[in-house]
């Protein structure tokens, strides 16, 4: 077995493991605290975390990547003395950022979140504090995934977002009590340290050697710094977005960012494990391929058909599944029936989510790879106005709905442009055969879906136990979906049955 082929078994196996720790910290941050001001303020506080892990994992990477692999490649020594000082640099920087956010959290925090309460206001003001403490840390976990992937090295990685979720839902379980809603804080950043610091092991066992070095080539410095930019900018639309989302929500009643978190929780599953493994390898090959187009075509050919095989169904499914899925993870301790049917309305209308921001990475990747990273910002940027608008003129009239509304159809929109810049340079050709491929996908995820519910009115399932819908419904929605895709789409199927073989 290959090294791509073991990166893969493991990564994926990971990024299923850290799911389950997920859904572990969900269940237990929902039996202890409900929806409630206390999860409010933690959500809120969280997305600086997020802000900072899209900088790194998609601005840094998507530019450090492509980059070091040609740049090592013509010289193997200046590669790794440009990829030290490039990492100094950047650590210093995060260290100066980690100093102004946590003397200044009392400030921005309200102006960013201006709807908020007195006292989600006073706990997310404590919370970013702690959070920027720890910054440096956070953001040295994020660089060596970069680092690593550089190596064809991805499995500490996933170990080490596993560790950051599985101690904040050990530290809430046990700290409680003691620590409140802060202990998730204090395991999320207990478990980050630790996880970098396996990282950082992996990749001193490698053929990585760090020096105390800031001094780059001036090519180098200058590509980097063209590229870098208009690359953050873009990592930094997707988080403007959700603090947009988090404003408007912070101001349509009590524990709405926690039915959207929650929902958007389990509509990041899919792709957050899609992401993490086989994205991150197709953008390794994407960015070795990118002087051979035939290969460069086949492999963003690849990518498209195994996310709409692997995410359209889990799409469907969810439509169907998705209140026992909630129920399951959630309601349990001061989680109320209530807040469950509050939390499956807005996953209901996240749903395009997932199809269409799946495919949109492999696009997106594309461009990265291919050095168009000025092109991505710049389609990027116009969701922030699309956002705001749709926000502004439905919150108002519709609350918290309307904000998974605007979600869902910014990715949409964001997906549709894309597709446009990315086929015009592959040709009309590449566009039938995804044309082509999605129709045959389509068919059997419907009809899956079809019979899933069917199946769910004709046993009378909704009135059963959470677990035991999922436990029934989901093997029939499985099995239905293999049947009807190798019948519809005999070739797809049996390229991704060889995948799960090797």
């Known amino acids: 077995m290959n090294r791509l082929k073991k990166a893969a078994l493991w990564t994926t196996a990971l990024a299923l493991l850290l799911k389950v720790s997920g859904f572990i910290r969900e269940s237990i941050v929902a039996k202890e605290f409900g929806a409630s001001a206390e999860t409010d303020a933690y959500f809120l506080a969280f997305g600086f975390i997020t802000l900072v892990v899209a900088m790194i994992s998609t601005g840094f990477n998507n530019v450090f ?5 040609k740049n090592r490649a013509n010289d193997e020594h200046a590669g790794d003395q440009n990829a030290n000082a490039l990492l100094n640099w950047t650590m210093l920087i995060f260290i100066a950022i980690s100093a102004l956010g946590w003397s200044f959290a009392d400030r921005f925090v309200p102006f ?28 040295l976990s994020g660089l060596l995934d970069s680092y690593l992937q550089s190596r064809r090295i991805f499995v500490p990685s996933q170990v080490a977002k596993l560790l950051a979720t599985l101690m904040a839902a050990l530290f809430a379980l046990f700290f409680s009590d003691i620590w409140g809603i802060f202990s998730l804080v204090y395991g999320f950043v207990f478990g ?4 970098a610091f396996i990282q950082l092991v992996f990749l001193i066992r490698s053929d990585y050697k760090w020096q105390p070095v800031f001094r780059m080539e001036r090519e180098f410095k200058l590509a980097f710094l063209a590229l870098i930019v208009p690359s953050l900018l873009n990592s930094v639309v997707g988080q403007i977005n959700l603090f947009v989302n988090r404003y408007f929500a912070s101001g349509t009643g009590d524990a709405a960012v926690t039915y959207l978190n929650n929902s958007s929780l389990i509509i990041s599953i899919p792709n957050a494990i899609y992401a993490t493994t086989l994205a991150a390898i197709i953008f390794t090959l994407m960015s070795e391929q990118t002087e051979n187009l035939a290969k460069f075509r086949d492999t963003v050919f690849r990518g498209m058909e195994i996310s709409l095989v692997t995410l359209l169904p889990v799409a469907v499914g969810l439509l169907v599944v998705g209140d026992a899925a909630i129920a399951f993870i959630y309601e349990r301790g001061k989680f109320s029936p209530a807040d469950t049917a509050n939390t499956h309305l807005a996953l209901l209308l996240y749903l395009p989510i997932i199809v269409f921001q799946g495919m949109q990475l492999i696009l997106s990747r594309s461009m990265y790879a291919r050095g168009k990273t000025a092109v991505v910002f ?6 922030i106005g699309v956002n705001i608008l749709l ?3 439905l919150v108002d009239k519709y609350g918290y709905p309307a904000l998974a509304i605007s979600a869902s159809v910014v990715s949409i929109y964001y997906f549709a442009v894309s597709m446009i810049v990315v086929y015009r340079d592959l040709g009309k050709a590449e566009l039938k055969r995804f044309g082509q491929m999605s129709y045959r996908v389509i068919v059997p995820s419907i009809v899956m879906g079809l019979v ?19 436990a029934v419904l989901v093997p029939i929605g499985v099995v239905v979906y293999a049947a009807m895709v190798r019948l519809f789409y005999r070739e797809g199927f049996n390229r991704f049955v060889g995948l799960l073989r090797r």
């Open 65 to 69: 990547l492509p980059m070091y692999i």
């Open 378 to 383: 710049r389609i990027s940027v116009t969701t």
């Open 452 to 470: 899933v519910w069917g199946a769910k009115v004709v046993l009378g399932a909704s009135q059963w136990y959470a677990l035991w819908q999922l």
């Open 192 to 195: 980050t340290a630790l996880g």
């Open 391 to 393: 926000n502004w003129l």
């Open 112 to 139: 960013i979140y201006g709807n908020m309460s007195t006292e989600t206001e006073v706990l997310a003001v404590e919370m970013t504090q702690i959070f920027f403490a720890f910054m440096t840390v956070i953001a």
